[in-house]
């Protein structure tokens, strides 16, 4: 097995069978997230489940940016919206534990309770610390969980396989990483490079560091759904929660604060690479056109840095053209999904949004070439399954 890992080794990691201003001018905000991301961005390693890194994306908005790794193990950035009477919170990440540092400096930012909590999705990345802030906010009034209808339908389906699977078959699977690492060698039986082992080494020590943490998780679905959109006041401030279409998920929702002009994409947009898993590539390209028609200064992806520019949309617009082109051309001329795989390319965009790094590459292959193949090639003959 390769250290960069193959579909099934993610599947195993990642379960998808993821207004006046308050006060807080230390925070600091960010820059634009590059359109061409550089090989090398990542900070010193620090588990996933511990690193994150607080940003003021606009007057009321701040953003717990989740660090990028080289580990399948990922949390989903976590947004805090701060009105005059009340906090939303779109998205809550992996880890319960995370999630309770993130209501810490929440406090520490505004004496404003918690009183919605919207998820983007249903992949658990973006979920997990659903019950954090139930409780941490329970003597206030009751905490409104809100989603998309087919957010809560695939949550109910999905969650708690993923919740099961989290508990029972991570543990293993870390250990067969250490017995990989131990013999020092690739698949091929050639000394593994200084390279793969360190990126080895970065995923077991996320898997360790995440698996007690996973053993907190408690399942919080959505308490009320939306279809197309929902006007949610927070005193001062009218926060819309939107559903634009299908793309990264049947049931995205994005959350828009009209008078910061930040829109929060949830999993439709994902920098450095996209994540295609039970995705509708056709459908998701509407979307973006959606997305840019809106009148938004800062975006804020659900993974990667606030961007506060449109080329990374062009760019993501461009992967998923060449993937619906391509992949339509094949299937119209009778081609098998395997012979279809074969003569797909993403040529120098995928290249451009790697920046040369071999790891992202085997992302975007991983995450978003592989799937996304195989989702165009069912909406080219009208079949696609359910995530």
Known sequence: MNVRWSLAGLAAWVVFLSCAPPSASSVPV???????????????????ADAYDLVQAS?????????????????GNSTAIVGDDSVMVVDTGQFPALARRMVAELRRLTSKPVRVVVTTHWHNDHVFGNA??????????????????????LLLKNGPKQVAAYRTKIAPFVASLKEQLSGGKTEDGGAMPDQERRDLEEKIADGEAAIPLWKDVELVTPTETFKDELVVPLGGCDVKVLHLGRGNTAGDAMVYVPGDKVLVTGDVVVWPTPFAIGSYPREWRAVLAKVAAIDAVTLVPGHGPVQRDRAYLRDLDALLAAVDAQVAV?????????DVRKVVDLGPLGRKLTGGDPYRAGVLHDYFEVPAVGRAFEEAHGTLSDE
């Open 59 to 75: 007057p009321r908005v701040y953003v717990f940016v989740a660090r990028e790794t080289r580990s399948p193990i990922v949390s």
């Open 132 to 153: 954090v802030y139930r409780d941490a906010f329970a003597s206030t009034g009751a905490v409104r969980f809100v989603a998309h209808e087919d957010t809560k339908r």
């Open 30 to 48: 960010p820059a634009a997230a590059p359109a061409t991301p550089p090989a090398t961005v990542m900070a010193p390693h620090r588990p996933t």
């Open 330 to 338: 094949a299937a119209k001329d009778g081609r098998p999904l395997a």
